[in-house]
């Protein structure tokens, strides 16, 4: 190519982007009918262009299980994991795509394999303490049977104190289940901070402390806790029947009209309530039984009790 077809070449002008209109209407608002194959103006219904190219799947599917099946897209980004997912992983089972057994010279290649494919996911302190810190949610998450929401909720709490470097000096486990407690704040899941603390070997003193650092430095939105919200779980517990778990509810409201419920435990509130709803619709418990399912001493209860019936001027009946 000479010099002057280069200079010719430069001198083009850019080339402009058309936009397409309607040749009926005039319109610039088109939809594209993949199962026509055509380009239908919006405006008028004039079909534009034909034959256009369907550039989704080349798979069809009917129901949302047919489609995910046939998907062949990966997982999507989850927090629970330390590397969110990102990374491959070489599947311990020592079988071929078609499920055959592989030979032992293989065997022992694929074995190096996953072992270095080991090394580099967690090449650096922050991915251990992540990789450490997601496996013990994962375990306390399971022993207290919260949903996923929960899980992935205190994920983002824990990395948002590891990026404000609260971690560092402190239990890991401790750090996680303050992420979890603030988790279950958040999402309105009525778990109590003893609950928690049981499934850790740090204890009560110092997940509780963790939480407070939490509260101070991260910034949570943490609302108030309601004792409605464990009026069900305790309920499911002890199998009263929905009448039942409705008039507890009803006397926690008239309770927090008059003032009563300030700086008490919800889960002592609802406990008594509870007690005093078995006693009106004669599904009868025990204290016991109630500040058990309620995690919480007899002696909260029966105060809680006494404080509701004398504020409330309700007439039980204990025979």
């Known amino acids: 190519m000479g010099v002057k077809d280069i200079r010719k070449e430069e001198e083009k002008p850019e080339a402009k982007t058309v936009v397409q209109k309607c040749p009926e209407c005039g319109s610039t608002q088109f939809y594209e009918?993949?199962?026509?194959g055509e380009l239908v103006c919006a405006n008028c219904g004039l079909v534009v262009s034909e034959k256009i190219i369907d550039r989704?799947?080349?798979?069809?599917?009917?129901?949302?299980?047919?489609?995910?099946?046939?998907?062949?897209?990966?997982?999507?980004?989850?927090?629970?994991?330390?590397?969110?997912?990102?990374?491959?992983?070489?599947?311990?089972?020592?079988?071929?795509?078609?499920?055959?057994?592989?030979?032992?010279?293989?065997?022992?290649?694929?074995?190096?394999w996953r072992k270095w494919q080991i090394r580099t996911r967690v090449h650096s302190s922050l991915d251990r303490n992540l990789a450490q810190a997601m496996s013990e949610l994962d375990r306390i998450s399971s022993q207290l049977n919260l949903p996923r929401s929960i899980k992935e909720e205190?994920?983002?709490?824990?990395?948002?104190?590891?990026?404000?470097?609260?971690?560092?000096g402190r239990s890991i486990e401790s750090v996680v289940a303050a992420s979890i407690y603030a988790a279950c704040r958040t999402q309105k899941i009525p778990r109590t901070l003893d609950e928690?603390?049981?499934?850790?070997?740090?204890?009560?003193?110092?997940?509780?402390?963790c939480y407070r650092l939490l509260l101070h430095e991260v910034n949570l939105p943490i609302p108030i806790a309601d004792p409605i919200d464990f009026i069900p779980r305790i309920g499911d517990a002890l199998g009263l029947?929905?009448?039942?778990?409705?008039?507890?509810?009803?006397?926690?409201?008239?309770?927090?009209?008059?003032?009563?419920?300030?700086?008490?435990?919800?889960?002592?509130?609802?406990?008594?309530?509870?007690?005093?709803?078995?006693?009106?619709?004669?599904e009868r418990r025990t204290q016991k039984e109630i500040a058990q399912a309620a995690q919480v001493t007899e002696v909260t209860v029966r105060n809680r009790y006494k404080e509701l019936i004398r504020e409330l001027n309700i007439q039980v009946s204990m025979t």
């Open 33 to 36: 009918d993949y199962e026509r």
């Open 196 to 209: 928690i603390a049981k499934y850790t070997k740090a204890g009560r003193k110092d997940v509780a402390r």
């Open 241 to 282: 029947s929905g009448a039942t778990q409705h008039r507890a509810a009803e006397i926690i409201r008239q309770a927090r009209k008059l003032g009563t419920t300030a700086g008490k435990d919800p889960a002592g509130l609802a406990a008594a309530a509870i007690y005093i709803a078995s006693l009106l619709e004669n």
């Open 154 to 168: 205190a994920a983002v709490i824990y990395r948002k104190a590891v990026e404000k470097g609260l971690v560092r």
């Open 56 to 112: 989704g799947p080349e798979w069809r599917a009917f129901t949302p299980d047919e489609r995910e099946k046939r998907s062949r897209v990966g997982a999507p980004l989850s927090p629970t994991l330390h590397d969110q997912g990102l990374s491959t992983v070489i599947d311990w089972r020592n079988k071929d795509a078609l499920g055959r057994k592989l030979e032992p010279k293989k065997r022992i290649e694929i074995l190096r």
